[in-house]
C-alpha cells in the first residue's frame, strides 16, 4: 500500500526522502544533500515536503517526493520543486499523485494563485497531462534544458492573490 503524507525536516522519514533526492536529482549532476543544503541554507525547512510512502513489511519506504516553496518573487505563486520517483517505481502513477496532492495544498490549504515549476523537458507532457502548460522558452538549470510550466487556481475557486500574467 502507498501512501502519501506531508512531513517536515524533523520526521523519521525525512533522511529517506533526502536519499531518494540525492539518487535521483542530485548525484547525476554531481551535487549530494550536504552541498545542496550549503548552497541554499534555509530552503528545507521553508518548503512544503511531501512524499510517497510505500509500507513493507520491513518498514516504510519512501518511493517518491515532491516539495512546494511558496517564498517566491511573486507574492501568491507557489514553485513545485524537487519532484522524484524511485526509478523502480515510475510510471505507476506516483508522481501524478504527488503533483495532486501539491496543487491541493496550494490552491485548497495556502491559497496560491499559481503553482509553478522548472521542468525538464522530457517531462513536460507529464505536466500537460495535469493541465500544467508551458510559460518560457527553453532554458539551462543544472546544464540540463528545461521549461516553465504552469498551473493557475482552477476558476471554480477564484483567486485570493492575482494569478501572475506569465
Same mark, same amino acid.
Given at each position: 500500500m502507498i501512501r502519501y503524507e506531508r512531513i517536515d525536516t524533523g520526521h523519521p522519514l525525512y533522511p529517506a526522502e533526502c536519499r531518494l533526492r540525492e539518487l535521483v536529482l542530485l548525484s547525476p549532476i554531481g551535487y549530494d544533500m550536504d552541498r545542496f543544503q550549503r548552497e541554499y541554507p534555509g530552503f528545507e525547512d521553508a518548503s512544503t515536503h511531501f512524499v510517497a510512502v510505500l509500507e513493507t513489511p520491513g518498514g516504510d519506504r519512501v518511493i517518491g517526493?515532491? !516539495?512546494?516553496?511558496?517564498q517566491t518573487?511573486?507574492?501568491g505563486?507557489?514553485? !513545485?520543486?524537487?519532484?522524484?520517483?524511485?526509478?523502480?517505481?515510475? *510510471?505507476?502513477?506516483? *508522481?501524478?499523485? !504527488?503533483?495532486?496532492?501539491?496543487?491541493?495544498?496550494?490552491?485548497?490549504e495556502v491559497s496560491l494563485g499559481a503553482v509553478y515549476c522548472h521542468a525538464q523537458l522530457p517531462a513536460i507532457p507529464f505536466y500537460e497531462r495535469l493541465g500544467w502548460i508551458e510559460d518560457s522558452g527553453v532554458f539551462q538549470e543544472a546544464g540540463?534544458?528545461?521549461?516553465?510550466?504552469? !498551473?493557475n487556481r482552477p476558476e471554480a475557486d477564484p483567486a485570493p492573490h492575482p494569478v501572475p500574467d506569465w
Open positions: 517526493c515532491a !516539495l512546494l516553496s511558496d518573487e511573486q507574492p505563486v507557489g514553485k !513545485l520543486m524537487q519532484m522524484a520517483v524511485h526509478p523502480q517505481r515510475q *510510471g505507476e502513477g506516483i *508522481g501524478r499523485r !504527488l503533483v495532486i496532492e501539491v496543487e491541493r495544498h496550494a490552491f485548497v540540463i534544458p528545461h521549461r516553465r510550466m504552469r !498551473l
